[in-house]
């Protein structure tokens, strides 16, 4: 079945620093893949998205490219702020787009000031 | 504008009381989930329905049951609430897509059973 695989955290960054959260996965054909953030005390919500290989998504600064050869849709920011402290999931939906999403366990990211 | 929300946001209850955790979406969205979350273990799919009297089991169902009588609300049902049960719920809703589709989350309800 399908899968997400993502890098355990916590994660704790200064700053101005950059940021990668790996994320790979397994699916048959072509998914879709998403990242969504979940800042404290809060729901879920959409980060950025991808529907197809070489696809890259960007957000707020962030970004993540579709990877088809490695599987992989790794999340990336050049500069965090004290503000993106918070859990970050991969998820992906199947090509039909009609199944539940799957998720990976989320990474928790902190940055200090 | 359009939003999905939950209630309580809080619950406290007893072990072996029935519990009801209300989700109601004006999305008009035809699909809505049910999932838990718990330290170590990310989101956990409960249940989900892709439209009216349409109900279907996740990774982990048991002890929980839901009804779909309209297409705004999916209330989780907790028939026998046990301490395994402490966590937070979040519901969340997406429209049938070609392809893609991206859930809309509520802001989650956290529940204690003592």
């Known amino acids: 079945g399908n899968s997400v695989t993502q890098m355990e955290g916590p994660v704790t960054l200064s700053e101005e620093a950059f940021l990668t959260i790996n994320c790979t996965y397994t699916?048959?054909?072509?998914?879709?893949l998403f990242w969504y953030v979940q800042y404290p005390g809060e729901g879920l919500q959409l980060l950025l998205k991808a529907t197809k290989a070489d696809d890259k998504g960007s957000n707020k600064g962030f970004e993540a490219t579709y990877r088809k050869e490695t599987t992989s849709f790794h999340l990336e920011k050049g500069s965090v702020q004290v503000s993106d402290s918070a859990v970050y999931f991969c998820a992906l939906s199947d090509t039909s787009g009609n199944t539940p999403l799957v998720f990976g366990k989320g990474t928790r990211l902190s940055v200090i000031a | 504008d359009a939003e999905i929300t939950q209630s309580p946001r809080h619950k406290i209850t007893e072990t072996g009381r029935q519990v009801t955790l209300a989700c109601h979406q004006t999305w008009n969205h035809n699909n809505m989930f049910w999932y838990r979350q718990d330290l170590g273990h990310g989101l956990r799919l409960i249940h989900y329905?892709?439209?009216?009297?349409?109900?279907n089991k996740g990774e982990v169902s048991d002890g929980y049951s839901v009804s779909r009588s309209n297409t705004e609300d999916l209330p989780l049902t907790l028939e026998s609430a046990a301490s395994s049960q402490t966590s937070v719920y979040f519901c969340a809703s997406s429209e049938p897509g070609q392809g893609i589709h991206e859930q809309y989350f509520g802001p989650g309800t956290r529940l204690t059973v003592t």
């Open positions: 329905s892709y439209g009216v009297h349409d109900t």
């Open positions: 699916a048959t054909g072509y998914p879709s």
